[in-house]
């Protein structure tokens, strides 16, 4: 299987990262659907409560793994209990909504998935501590998430066959773990980092076996732009926000090499953001600090909300999405 996957051919496309408000999946797929023409998502409702999270809905994705909730959040268990068959319920509602909204449908089309480190991350081993602290776990989730993951896919596929699905591994945890920073069960201490080759190898394992262009998504600093490059992805999704300078050369090389970037530009709550061509002024002000072509400005970049809308409110989300298919429409109307 190819590492190196396409991102599909868009040109002034817009998506959203993933979780929207509320508990209605019909509600939430039309909303995905009805404003994002060129690459509808399958929507995530954290508001129905464990089992919906993305921490859940991850786990309900693992083969003869099982995760249930504790006081002190999700743990492995022995056998699927109530929370893993709250997630899979809740993922079948969200697909049989997805799929009645793109009868027809012909395009690309974005699910989204927690990843291998964000998972290791936040999910505690029956002796209460976190995965990630051992690496025999983290290459267990890795193995385990591919083969649901792969199974995932084959599933949206047959339920919308005109469909060209594009992966999404949600990493907000990724800079975490290579700095060191992600915190033990306690509290109290920071787990050792990870060495920065092994998560690679990692993350392209996982890539390298799926039948998908996959993006891997972080709202967190300092993504790790070349790491994620080498490991094979089509696309990277960040907060444009949190970019500083210093990530410029990094963004040139990518685009030049022809990574994808979803830029998050509009903001996730409601601040009173109406201008969507005045959203991506900071993406054309960075791409002409890089000298590079305004006339690629419409294919490398898709616009996004920053994060998930799952704490806004209804009718901000849908202008959310909104505002992000017209600033990615201006990106090619006027790339200058």
Partial sequence: MSTQLGFPELVGAATGIGSLPGTDAREAAKTAVGALE????????????????????????????????????????????????????????????????????????????????????????????????????????????????????????????GAQVVLQLDEPSLPAVLAGDVKTASGFQRLRSVDRQVAEEVLRSVISALDAPVVVHSCAPEVPIPLLRRAGVAGISLDFGLLTEREDDEIGEAV????????????????????????VQGVRTLWRRLGLSPELLGRRVLVTPTCGLAGASPAYARTALSLSARAAQSLVDNPE
């Fill in 38 to 161: 060129f690459l509808p998502h399958l929507p995530e409702l954290p508001a129905r409560g464990p089992g919906a999270d993305m921490i859940g809905r991850g786990a309900g994705l693992l083969v003869e793994l099982f995760a249930q909730t504790e006081p002190s959040g999700w743990r492995f268990a022995d056998r699927p209990g109530r929370d893993t068959k709250r997630a899979h319920s809740w993922l079948g509602e969200d697909l049989d909504a997805l799929e009645e909204f793109t009868q027809g449908y012909q395009g690309a089309l974005k699910v989204q998935a927690v990843g291998p480190w964000t998972l290791a991350a936040s999910i505690e081993l029956r002796s209460g501590e976190k995965a990630l602290r051992d690496p025999g776990a983290c290459r267990g989730i890795a193995e385990s998430l591919t083969e649901g993951l792969r199974r995932h896919l084959e599933d949206v596929r047959r339920r919308i066959p």
């Fill in 256 to 279: 030049e090499a022809g990574t994808v970037f979803l830029a998050g530009v509009v903001p996730s709550s409601d601040r009173g953001m109406t201008d969507p061509a005045g959203s």
